[in-house]
T-cell receptor
Framework: NAGVTQTPKFRVLKTGQSMTLLCAQDMNHEYMYWYRQDPGMGLRLIHYSVGEGTTAKGEVPDGYNVSRLKKQNFLLGLESAAPSQTSVYFC??????????????FGSGTRLTVV | KNEVEQSPQNLTAQEGEFITINCSYSVGISALHWLQQHPGGGIVSLFMLSSGKKKHGRLIATINIQEKHSSLHITASHPRDSAVYICAANTGNQFYFGTGTSLTVIP
């Protein structure tokens, strides 16, 4: 099925551990995004990419790094996890024509707990 | 400062009722997206609109660019419409999100 696939779906980390979240899309979308969702705060953009080999900071980038070595994959890394990074993480993708983003598609989310 | 504000935060309706969810934004946008987040957590895009009105089944979305306001209407609501509805303002490469409206439709 075409779409956005996130792995893993759940993870528990100890403070200071590192991990990588993988996002894969098979729709040939140029744009990919990583968001975090916290209660009462809505979705917030961590990093995004407008194409292979490019990344940019979003609203809450501190403590995270990303890479987009292949167009279909967007990786989110936590180098040294902190309890404040406990959240639900969503990856999304879209394509752009002019000023409009089409095909805005989300992954199913990764629930991360840092203890 | 919230670029996107939604109201109400929570909404309970009886099956069959007409529902309206409102979204106001303060940024200049190219388009406004409405998203639905299911109780299981998955998020799907319902509408993208830059002007006027769009309809899909029992869902209708409207936008007034001059007033920076959008509404999502659900006609003949059904318990399967129970979800969180999120509006997202698209500015260039980024999206700004409201905190969502949690809708519960009671049979």
């Amino acid at each position: 099925n075409a779409g956005v696939t996130q792995t893993p779906k759940f993870r528990v980390l100890k403070t200071g551990q590192s991990m990588t979240l993988l996002c894969a899309q098979d729709m040939n979308h140029e744009y990919m995004y990583w968001y975090r969702q916290d209660p009462g705060m809505g979705l917030r953009l961590i990093h995004y990419s407008v194409g292979e080999g490019t990344t940019a900071k979003g609203e809450v980038p501190d403590g995270y790094n990303v890479s987009r070595l292949k167009k279909q994959n967007f990786l989110l890394g936590l180098e040294s996890a902190a309890p404040s990074q406990t959240s639900v993480y969503f990856c999304a993708s879209s394509y752009r024509e002019g000023n409009y983003h089409y095909g805005y598609t989300f992954g199913s989310g990764t629930r991360l707990t840092v203890v | 400062k919230n670029e996107v504000e939604q109201s109400p935060q929570n909404l309970t309706a009886q099956e069959g009722e007409f529902i309206t969810i409102n979204c106001s934004y303060s940024v200049g946008i190219s388009a406004l997206h409405w998203l639905q987040q299911h109780p299981g957590g998955g998020i799907v895009s319902l509408f993208m609109l830059s002007s006027g009105k769009k309809k899909h089944g029992r869902l209708i979305a409207t936008i007034n660019i001059q007033e920076k306001h959008s509404s999502l209407h659900i006609t003949a609501s059904h318990p399967r419409d129970s979800a969180v509805y999120i509006c997202a303002a698209n500015t260039g490469n980024q999206f700004y999100f409201g905190t969502g409206t949690s809708l519960t439709v009671i049979p």
